[in-house]
């Protein structure tokens, strides 16, 4: 069974008098241990999925539809204070702006151990302090991070903290936004390397949001390929790199040539993302596919499946 399973998820953000499409009809599964990482240009909806799967985004601005089953649970109709037990405890979020998050005049520990004492309320004080130098060790942190502040911490120890943080109760899924992005390429390796023997060691689920193919490669097992709000792609990172099948995950990939070092332009798809309060009869992409036909005007493409779970969102999907 499923660790994770999103049905047909839509999400659309209120604003003034539109509707802004950010996400739309999204479905797929993550099983438990996987690791996906989440791809596609800014403003293709990524965070906008994961905040909405956890009831982040306020009501008032957003309208979230469809269903996220957790474990037989679905998140988007359970209680709040089901749905708060899960967050932490089953499901935990590192954002790339967590590590500032942490209170700049309270040392680290106890930051640390008070977070831990609001789902662990009988909890001895030296249980605590053990379970934080177990957490710290486990990012690789010395424990004298326990009696250090935020300031005297660079941005790959804060970013340890932040994960050591989402450690804490065991979750069977770690969702990772831009978490490793701020960091310099030596860190950023370092830190994915140490969650990769993490997830093996603690058998943990990742999602993983990021701009760059080149993490999804070296430390993905599968890839969800993300345009204008719908899911254009998803599949095995091998089997999707090796022979992509939608247009704008063959653009995506030309963008990174050695899937290695920088980012360059996205090659080969000129443009930009559509207006997404503007609905289309079509195919999202038509504007800007190189490889565009008649019917990619007139009609949306379905979802095909493909062989080994790959998931297409094209009118030509396993016909290269
Ligand atoms: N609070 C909001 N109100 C209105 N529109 C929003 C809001 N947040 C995001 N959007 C819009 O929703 C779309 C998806 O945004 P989202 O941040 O999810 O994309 P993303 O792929 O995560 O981008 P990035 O990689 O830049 O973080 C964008 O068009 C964005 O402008």
Not at 44 to 56: D, E, I, Q, V
Not at 140 to 151: A, E, F
Request: glycine share 6%; proline share 4%; aromatic share 4%.
């Amino acid at each position: 069974m499923a660790l994770l399973s999103i049905k047909n998820e839509n999400v659309i953000y209120k604003v003034k008098n539109k509707n802004i499409h950010a996400v739309n009809n999204v479905s797929f599964d993550i099983e438990p241990q996987d690791s996906l990482g989440i791809v596609g240009e800014s403003g293709s909806g990524k965070s906008t999925l994961a905040l909405s799967m956890l009831r982040l985004l306020p009501k008032k601005i957003a309208e979230v539809s469809g269903e996220v089953i957790f474990e037989d649970r679905n998140l988007l109709t359970i209680s709040e204070d089901e749905l708060r037990d899960i967050r932490w405890k089953e499901i935990s979020v590192v954002f790339q702006k967590s590590m500032n998050s942490l209170s700049p005049i309270h040392k680290i520990g106890s930051q640390m151990s008070d977070i831990y004492m609001l789902h662990n309320k009988t909890a001895s004080k030296a249980e605590v302090k053990n379970k934080m130098t177990e957490l710290l060790e486990l990012v690789n942190l010395p424990p004298r991070v326990y009696t250090m502040y935020q300031h005297e911490l660079s941005g790959g120890m804060m970013q340890r903290v932040s994960i050591a943080l989402s450690l804490m109760h065991n979750p069977k899924l770690i969702i990772m936004d831009e978490a490793t992005t701020a960091l310099d390429v030596i860190t950023q390796g370092q830190i994915l390397n140490e969650i990769k023997e993490l997830e093996k060691r603690l058998s943990i689920a990742r999602i993983m949001i990021t701009h760059d193919m080149s993490v999804v490669a070296n430390t993905c097992k599968k890839i969800a390929v993300m345009y204008a709000g719908y899911l254009v792609e998803f599949g095995y990172v091998d089997d999707v790199i090796s022979n992509p099948n939608h247009p704008y995950t063959r653009g995506l990939l030309k963008s990174f040539p050695t899937l290695k070092g920088e980012r360059g332009v996205l090659r080969g798809i000129s443009g930009s993302l559509p207006d997404l309060s503007v609905q289309h009869d079509g195919c999202i992409f038509e504007s800007r596919c190189p490889e565009r036909s008649e019917s990619c005007h007139k009609e949306k493409p379905g979802t095909v499946i493909l062989e080994n779970g790959r998931m297409v969102m094209c009118h030509s999907a396993g016909r290269r």
